[in-house]
């Protein structure tokens, strides 16, 4: 709860709670004379009616303010129904007045001009009266809980039309209302960014990326490579995703969001050229990178996490993002796509397709870096460095064993996860085998020596599942 909004509750309960108790001089002091009113305020009475007043001023706030949070149906709901019950009140009030003796009775019925009889025509008047100013009010609230709705269409028009110049927009309304707003507004923000980075990119392979990638192919020049044309390569990739949504739930503008996660791909893509490497395309917070040589791929990604992780020492004031990187070897195919003017090289092939269900078991698994056993198989015999398996990917009917590199770790949890290393390994083998009790063991083990391995309390659980399902 906002502290305004604990400040106004405060102001309500203290005026209210007075106002229930005076509200009686405030009756006393208001007279039926039998032909009209008579007003005699007591000092009570002027206090009462301060406090009335006051409590009035708060409530209505409150109200307005809870309406504003709830979704359309609530909003709806919480307006028409109180204003639904006070029309009742009074007609069914004016119905039966003439059926009242008391004096109050009396004067409400000579103040408002209601004949005798049963059928009266003033009080039918005054019935039919409260009838349009309830119809009027009720097309006043559904109009003014509606009318964001012409905002967001206009919005939603616009934004398909790609002709959405602003960078931000408001809608108002209702919390369900805001919502939308919310959602268009990063629809606008991802339509721009990836906007932005493919001009970005343009530019780049432009100036650098067309010598490296005609290079790796063995083609002389773009002139050689006719539109529609592609080449079957055997090539290593790296996709690295930049995890920001920790750092996109911080009050930031549109632009500096933006600009925020822009500085980290300045970062990476000065790496991956360093290594030999070239980015094909922009994936959302992430890049492609191709190599040519899997060794230089698997350097590549060692120093882009330690990269990141000295790039959010510096940014102090934000959340830190962090580095999701897989690594395949396989057979991809490498094309030029676009006009004639404007012609750009890329992977053409649907190997995309097992890196994206590789980055999310990485995920998934809480690991920084994986590597395909295919990359494995495919680096120089003196080429080492430490890993774990940690499972097999099945992808339709490949299966693709994966395993997790240790250089992304400081010395000394390096050092005990390789210690563990084969409790691990062995807890995996176990847990495809569906030796869930052996899996169990092993894990246990290496989480009882290294409570903060994520993998393996991720297998653990998984374990547990398994286990309450069989017995």
């Known amino acids: 709860m906002k502290t305004s909004t604990k400040i106004l509750t405060i102001l309500a309960v203290a005026t209210v709670v007075p106002t229930i108790f005076l509200f009686k001089y405030l009756l006393d002091a208001i007279v039926p004379t039998g032909t009209s009113f008579v007003v005699s305020m007591t000092p009570l009475g002027w206090v009462a009616l301060a406090f009335l007043v006051a409590s009035t001023i708060f409530v209505g706030i409150l109200f307005f303010k809870l309406v504003q949070k709830q979704r359309l149906a609530s909003a ?37 001009k209601i004949s005798p009889g049963e059928q009266s025509q003033s009080a039918m008047l005054w019935v039919g009266l409260a009838t349009v100013v309830y119809l009027l009010l009720l097309f ?34 209702v919390k369900q209302f805001k919502e939308i707003e919310n959602s268009l507004n990063k629809i606008n923000f991802q339509y721009k960014q990836k906007e932005n980075k493919l001009k970005q990119t343009d530019l780049q392979k432009q100036k650098n990326l067309s010598k490296q990638f005609f290079r790796f192919l063995g083609e002389e020049g773009l002139a050689e490579l006719e539109l529609g044309k592609h080449v079957k390569k055997t090539a290593t990739l790296l996709l690295c995703d930049l995890e920001c949504e920790k750092a996109k739930n911080k009050t930031l503008s549109l632009e500096e969001n933006f600009n925020y996660i822009n500085s980290y791909l300045k970062v990476v893509y000065p790496i991956i050229k360093r290594f030999n490497g070239f980015v094909d395309k922009f994936l959302g917070d992430g890049v492609l990178a191709v190599f040519s040589e899997p060794q230089e791929a698997i350097l590549c990604a060692h120093a882009l996490v330690k990269a990141i992780e000295v790039k959010n020492k510096g940014q102090k ?29 890329q992977i053409i092939s649907e190997v995309l397709d097992n890196l994206k269900k590789m980055q999310e078991t990485n995920a998934y698994i809480g690991t920084k870096m994986l590597v395909s056993k295919q990359a494995l198989n495919s680096l120089p015999q003196n080429f080492e460095f430490d890993y774990r398996y940690t499972g097999v990917l099945e992808v339709d009917d490949k299966k693709i064993p ?50 903060d391995d994520t993998p393996a309390y991720v297998y653990f659980n998984k374990t547990l599942e398994k286990l309450k399902e069989s017995a």
């Open 402 to 451: 994966l395993y997790e590199s240790l250089e992304t770790f400081g010395k000394r949890k390096k050092e005990k996860i390789l210690k563990l290393k084969n409790n691990f390994e062995a807890g995996v083998r176990a847990y495809n085998q569906k030796k869930f009790k052996q899996a169990k063991q092993e894990f246990e083990s290496v989480l009882h020596y290294m409570p």
């Open 76 to 112: 709806l709901f919480l307006t028409i129904v109180p204003l639904t019950l006070v029309y009742g009140v009074f007609v069914a009030y004016v119905s039966s007045i003439n059926e009242m003796t008391d004096i109050t009775a009396q004067s409400i019925k000579t103040m408002m």
């Open 140 to 173: 006043v609230i559904i109009i003014s809980l509606c009318s964001p709705l012409t905002k967001v269409e206009k919005v939603t028009k616009n934004l398909g039309d790609g002709r959405l110049k602003s960078d931000d927009f408001k809608v108002g309304g």
């Open 317 to 345: 004031e934000l959340l830190p993002i962090e580095a999701k990187i897989v690594v395949d070897t396989s057979e991809v195919v490498f094309g030029i796509v676009g006009e004639d003017d404007k012609k750009e090289p």
